[in-house]
């Protein structure tokens, strides 16, 4: 076997390698929203039956819809970030070529890593200095939810960065 075609076969064997685990993370991220989605459901209609048929609400799922909205939003972001579908203007890409295309998208993600690091690292502080705070029912601290945010932030970071070096 030639130099050239063991290089072309361990290449080949990365990009197996690398798909297979962008796979893997996208059915656990899928997976994961599926079933906050179904539990934010189910929580909503027990207290729409609670509240409407037996004239007892459950105020608590009140502050579980609201952590479970955020690591929805998380969740949801991450895979956008992961499929390369986040929404994008390309009134100025189209009339590019695909040279110039290619450094606008690598510019711009790059640029989109760096605000979403530094909103990590800022919800990163708040959870450090506000995360203890219980909510008022259910006693959940706080770093509970907004943890959906950091895990946004920082997801979306990682895949704009990842989508620099794909191109």
């Known amino acids: 076997m030639s130099r050239v075609s063991e290089i072309e076969a361990l290449k080949s064997e990365t990009v197996v390698r690398r798909n297979w ?7 656990a991220l899928e997976w994961a929203a599926t079933f906050l989605i179904g ?3 189910a929580l909503v209609f027990a207290n729409a039956v609670g509240r409407y048929f037996l004239a007892k609400p459950l105020p608590w799922t009140e502050e ?10 998380g969740v949801g972001i991450v895979l956008a970030g992961m499929r390369q579908s986040l929404i994008c203007c390309n009134i100025l890409s189209e009339r590019m070529s695909g040279r110039q ?25 708040y959870i450090g ?10 006693k959940i601290p706080k770093y509970v939810g907004i943890s959906g945010l950091f895990f946004a932030t920082a997801g979306l970071t990682a895949t704009l960065l990842l989508s620099i070096f794909k191109r």
């Open 21 to 27: 685990i962008e796979a893997g993370i996208t059915v």
């Open 39 to 41: 539990t934010l459901t």
């Open 64 to 73: 579980m819809a609201i952590n479970l909205l955020i690591w929805i939003a």
């Open 101 to 125: 295309m290619r450094v606008l998208a690598a510019f711009c993600a790059l640029l989109g890593a760096v605000v979403m690091a530094y909103l990590s690292w800022l919800t990163w502080r």
């Open 129 to 138: 200095k506000f995360g203890g705070d219980l909510s008022p029912i259910l």
